[in-house]
Nanobody
């Protein structure tokens, strides 16, 4: 019954900012990665950023220096602060949880939230 709920998507002008949030609920093992993916029309889904339980981060080259991923372990919530947005950032953004438990590894996805950047 793990559920991921995203919020914060919307429309913004080029150069503007948005902050995405994803709250995870249910029984979640403490060792897990949280990440953001995006998919634009006509393109494959791509990894934007991810963060481990202990704060190690990874960013796609296309967003380095503009996006920041963070997490609040007490709230099981991951954030994506997006600054200096460009039209090419327009996509549906998905939150993903990868749980590393003694029972095995399990993946969970959110429903997605639309981000539209106008020029």
């Amino acid at each position: 019954q793990v559920e991921l709920v995203e919020s914060g998507g919307g429309m913004v002008q080029s150069g503007g900012s948005l902050r995405l949030s994803c709250a995870a609920s249910g029984s979640i093992f403490s060792d897990n990665d949280l990440g953001w993916y995006r998919q634009a029309p006509g393109k494959q889904r791509e990894l934007v950023a991810h963060i481990t339980t202990y704060g190690s981060t990874y960013y796609a080259d296309s967003v380095k220096g503009r996006f920041t991923i963070s997490r609040d372990n007490a709230k099981n919530t991951v954030y994506l602060q997006m600054n200096s947005l460009k039209p090419e950032d327009t996509a549906v953004y998905y939150c993903k949880l990868v749980e590393f438990s003694p029972r095995g590894d399990f993946d969970y996805w959110g429903q997605g939230t639309q981000v539209t950047v106008s020029s």
